[in-house]
């Protein structure tokens, strides 16, 4: 009995769906994988130029500029890229993305001046984030609503492994090829990526609402680059870097006074008039400063001690192991304990972690625990921060807040890393390891500062009486603990915006409010 023209047809609309479907997770969770893999390349060269004669002359506030150069333009164009990618198609935008990120990897392995190597990590930067929002705005917006929350699991677990296997993995190249050889595995996954990209549904268009503030994103750009700068050279061109503080603020008071008079600003201003957002954003700045610090710091430290690359790497696999599987557990342990709560505890773990190493001669098995302790609190930090920042915007900002969150974390690494480097070419310790000995003394008092900031929260603020609660739907609260990473809680919380955002006639709105800790700071949008 032959089947009905109808039905193959039916039978095969199914199957291409099913491809479409299969072809949106494998490329949205390629996408986070090379770029964490990628950021993880990156404090690997760091340390192989810091022992090697390519970068034995250089000091280390230069070299960490191999991360900065790409962390800067992922922060200042993340939510700008967002917004051109809802305007001009996702899929669209993803390859454009793709394409800028695979040439600034072929650049970075094959020019010679310094200088230009770190402006193809630039352009890289760049492509990584045009490609960040445009994969997860496809996984949002093509596949079915049953289908999200696995997929968008798989989106944010792939960044752990990205940096699994490039710290697994990266050791070995980096001791028979070289530091270039590091970001060859980003350049070739890309291009597979790219072409893949050409069978994947051109995404849904947003209608125009103007044109997303470019000049804001590459103030912001520019304001943030000067500061790292500033930090990275303070101790060599002493009162001079007052200078470069100066043109800082007035660069960042010009993307301030942009953001104010645009209907689309790659600063989101009313953000800023919710305390309990400034509370989140600020502790999720710290963590970005302390984890990229930490990522810095261990394969120096291993280094400096003699260990050869492929044993460095085997001594930092269980950290990317521990940081997984406790994104997997905290994002079920957060709804009980609360997201400051989560955040405290992991600031107390990894401080007492550092603690732990200074305590030791050398590497130990004492060293090898505190390297799991530290994952542990990595993994910890890393949902807490994101469910502070994400629910305490309102429904209609969850978007923007997700954004936040993310630049938070990638201006908190820049400024981490330039910190770290300063302290260790000039260490304010005694000792064989002063440099590295201060840098994680740097790291204990960044611990301790998000671990206050958590519990001042828990304990002595009561919430403000200028915010109301907003209903939350229970499905929203059930995905919140089945957070399996950062990202994952971020997405997880976009979810609702679609189907069950409440009506703006029907929440109330506050008589008076408290100022917020940067009350001064506030605008207002138009």
Sequence with gaps: MRSSPAAVRGTGTAGATRR????????????????????????????VLRYTPAGAGMPLGDLVWLTSAAFIPIAALLATAGRWADLFGRRR?????????ILGGIATVTVEPWSYV?????????GAAAMIPASLGLLLGELPEAQRRGAIALWSSASGLGCLLMQAGGGWLAATVGWRALFVPDVVIGVALLIACTTLPPGKRVKAKGIPDVLGAWLLAAGIAVVVLA??????????????????????????????????????????RRPRFVWGWL?????????????????????????????VA????????????????????VKRIGAYGL???????????CVLVLTQAGPTVWGLVASVVVGIGVGALAPGTSVATTLAARPHQYASAVGAATMARMVGGAVGVAVVSVVIDHPFMTGPSAGLAGALATCVAISVLIGALALTKITRLRPDP???????????????????????????????????????????RPRTAEPGPLAGTRGHTH
Excluded at 118 to 126: K, M, N, S, T
Excluded at 293 to 311: A, I, R, S
């Design 466 to 508: 200028g915010d109301v609660m907003i209903k939350v739907p229970r499905r929203l609260l059930l995905e919140l603990r089945m957070t399996l990473a950062t990202v994952a809680a971020e997405a997880d919380a976009l979810l609702p915006v679609e189907t069950r955002t409440p009506p703006m006639d029907h929440i109330p």
């Design 231 to 272: 930090i990275s050279k303070a101790m060599a061109w002493g009162t001079d870097v007052l200078w470069l503080g100066l043109a800082a603020l007035a660069l960042l008071g010009l993307a301030l006074a942009q953001a104010r008079h645009h209907r689309l600003p790659a600063i989101d201003l009313a953000l800023w």
């Design 314 to 333: 085997m001594w930092l696999t269980p950290t990317s192991v521990a940081v997984v599987v406790t994104a997997f557990l905290a994002g079920r342990v």
């Design 343 to 353: 955040i405290y505890a992991g600031s107390l773990l990894c401080g007492g972690a």
């Design 93 to 101: 935008v993803l390859a454009v993305g793709l394409v800028i990120f």
């Design 283 to 311: 502790a999720t700045w710290g963590f970005g400063a302390l984890s990229y610090g930490l990522l810095t710091v261990q394969p120096l430290y291993l280094l400096h001690l003699g260990y050869p690359m492929l044993e």
């Design 118 to 126: 770190l402006a193809a990590r630039a352009v890289q930067g760049a």
């Design 20 to 47: 479409h479907a299969v072809m949106l997770r494998l490329v949205g969770a390629g996408v986070m994988l090379t770029v964490m893999a990628d950021t993880t390349a990156t404090t690997l060269a760091v340390g």
